[in-house]
């Protein structure tokens, strides 16, 4: 698990490199919406895409985790199929409804099943060779999955994405080995810090804008990484209605642990609420942790705290004495829906 997290910028490399050769017809470039489907660790990315380019990408894109599409898909919607494995049940289906609907399809998987299937019905995929995942779970994995989704969409021509914004993106991770991994000493490493304070407790995540993937991501790795409780919530929306849901249990305080994810990128506003919010959760006696992204774009904001929430999951599974890696309850639920 330590290798995976340490080859964060080796595994964006390789995806960037090989996405960018894979060759997608040019019909592509006209789709009137985009729709991104994975579940677990492989649909992770779907929400950085989102909450990165919502805001500028210039079709409509939606983010899924189902079995079944939307009812507006059809021919004009590009859809992507994300499965680390390739054979993850949810998308399996989603392809064949997919196909009967004639949608526009791209492919991203490590192998199995939808790799065969994307091969059977010539269509565009990238197909990756993990090898800078030596825990090969999917969820460690994101270099991939990101990189590979990035670009597979600047390749289509549907976002403006460069080789330079990614080399500064991975940049930034390399930076950040340095500041959080295992050598850096924890008087001065604030992921080995928040791990501890954290042991015992229930991580709330707050993010907002261009980082509400990395919130989603960072509650999704400490739930199968560390084995522990996790949620996250996004501002402005969480004002209109957490801050009234504090009070009660009584033993909240004890138990919940707040992490703000703040950015000088955000909107004005919304860098306003982060103060509000924070002075609202210690008038009710709430654990705050505070986490400032500095890197000078948006991309390279996501890529540094992705770095920094992997080490924070990571520091926690081993002070909460578990192997990060298995995921036996996962494992044991699908093996009885399989017998189902």
């Known amino acids: 698990m330590l290798q995976s997290i340490e080859s964060l910028g080796l595994q964006c490399q390789q995806a960037w490199d090989e996405a960018r050769k894979i060759a997608i017809p040019r019909r592509y470039r006209t789709v009137r919406h985009i729709l991104i489907n994975g579940m677990g660790g492989s649909g992770l990315v779907g929400h950085i895409i989102e909450s990165l380019y919502g805001d500028s990408i210039k079709v409509p894109l939606k983010v899924i985790n189902s079995y079944t599409l939307p009812g507006f898909v059809n021919q004009e919607t590009l859809c992507i199929l994300s499965s680390y494995s390739g054979t993850t049940e949810e998308v399996l289906a989603a392809f064949n409804e997919a196909r009967r609907r004639r949608v526009k399809l791209l492919i991203i998987c490590a192998g199995g099943t939808l790799a065969a299937l994307a091969k059977r019905h010539h269509l565009p995929a990238y197909v990756f060779e993990p090898r800078f995942n030596p825990c090969n779970q999917p969820r460690m994995g994101l270099g991939y999955m990101l990189a590979g989704t990035l670009g597979l969409l600047a390749r289509s021509g549907l976002l403006a994405t460069t080789g330079g914004e990614v080399k500064g993106a991975i940049r930034q991770i390399l930076a950040g080995h340095r500041l959080y991994g295992a050598r850096a000493p924890f008087k001065r490493n604030k992921a080995k810090q928040l791990a501890r304070a954290w042991r015992g407790r229930a991580p709330v995540i707050v993010a907002a804008g261009h980082l509400s993937g ?56 919304i860098q306003r609420r982060f103060a509000i919010t924070k002075k609202v959760l210690k008038r009710n006696r709430m654990a705050v942790w505070q986490y400032r992204a500095r890197s000078s774009t948006k991309l390279s904001q996501v890529a540094e705290v992705l770095l920094f929430g992997s080490y924070v999951n990571f520091y926690l599974a081993l002070l909460n004495g578990v192997d990060p890696s298995p995921i036996p309850f996962v494992d044991q639920f699908k093996k009885e829906l399989r017998r189902a």
């Open 214 to 269: 990395n919130a989603h991501i960072l509650a999704n790795q400490i739930n199968e990484n560390s084995k522990n409780f996790s949620n996250y919530f996004l501002i402005s929306e969480m004002n209109h209605h957490l801050l009234e849901g504090l009070r009660f249990p009584k033993l909240n305080h004890h138990y919940l642990s707040f992490l703000l994810i703040e950015s000088g990128l955000y909107l004005p506003r």
